[in-house]
């Protein structure tokens, strides 16, 4: 096997084994965030909700 073939194979193990490149926007805080403002949105429209009754 010449050199090229072994950083190609190389470079597909490196890959695979990182694994999904997460997205920029995707990191853990962006996550946590997310999740706040999903909860506290769904507490609103709960507590509206209730209001109406």
């Known amino acids: ?24 926007w995707l990191k853990p805080y962006h996550m946590l965030f997310m999740a706040f403002l999903t909860i506290f949105i769904f507490g609103a429209i709960i507590k509206v909700l209730e209001q109406n009754h």
């Open 1 to 24: 096997m010449d050199l090229n073939t072994l950083n190609r194979i190389d470079k597909l193990k490196r890959l695979k084994s990182r694994g999904p490149k997460t997205p920029k």
